[in-house]
């Protein structure tokens, strides 16, 4: 198994193992409880969204960018071995979200995607509850954090 991950992937993978507790689902969830929002965490919606905001209608995915096929992240790239492995795990992946997220709409939900690679670092982090707050507060049906280009550290 050793040659399948490189140590940046195999970090990603432990932190799914672990679950609901990923460093910047945390952060996330802090901030919009320290911003004054309340939320629920466990729940049988499809797809478990990490967030539910059952006064606005909302829910909020933290998506890890490897494993959801973050589109044009670098923190998508597949590994160069067992690439095809890879691929099918992942498109699997997509296919399921793509699902939840239509189920979630039909039933009047508004769903907010936030990519981790959107809070992995402080001016990010701070932009992106910004941004997903004041959508929390608004009529938009659809939330994506922007594709990270430029990484400010
Ligand atoms: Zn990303």
């Known amino acids: ?4 991950m490189t140590p940046k992937q195999r970090s990603c993978c432990m932190s799914k193992v672990r679950g609901k507790d990923t460093a910047p ?26 967030l539910i905001l059952p006064k ?3 829910v909020i995915f933290v998506n890890g960018c490897f494993w959801h096929s973050h589109d044009g992240c670098s923190k998508s790239k597949l590994p160069t071995t067992h690439e095809e492995f890879w691929a099918d795990k992942i498109a699997l992946n997509a296919v399921r979200d793509k699902r939840n997220i239509a189920e979630l709409k039909r039933r009047g939900w508004r769903v907010a995607v936030v990519w981790e690679c959107s ?15 004041s959508w929390i507060t608004s009529d938009t049906k659809w939330f994506e954090t922007a594709l990270v280009s430029v990484v400010i550290t």
Not at 1 to 4: E, L, N, S
Not at 119 to 133: A, Q
């Open 1 to 4: 198994m050793a040659d399948i």
């Open 25 to 50: 689902e945390v952060y996330l969830r802090k901030a919009l409880w320290a911003a004054g929002f309340r939320y629920r965490l466990k729940s049988e919606l499809p797809g478990k969204p990490d």
């Open 56 to 58: 606005y209608k909302v």
């Open 119 to 133: 809070i992995k670092n402080r001016m990010n982090k701070k932009h992106t509850v910004d941004k997903l707050s």
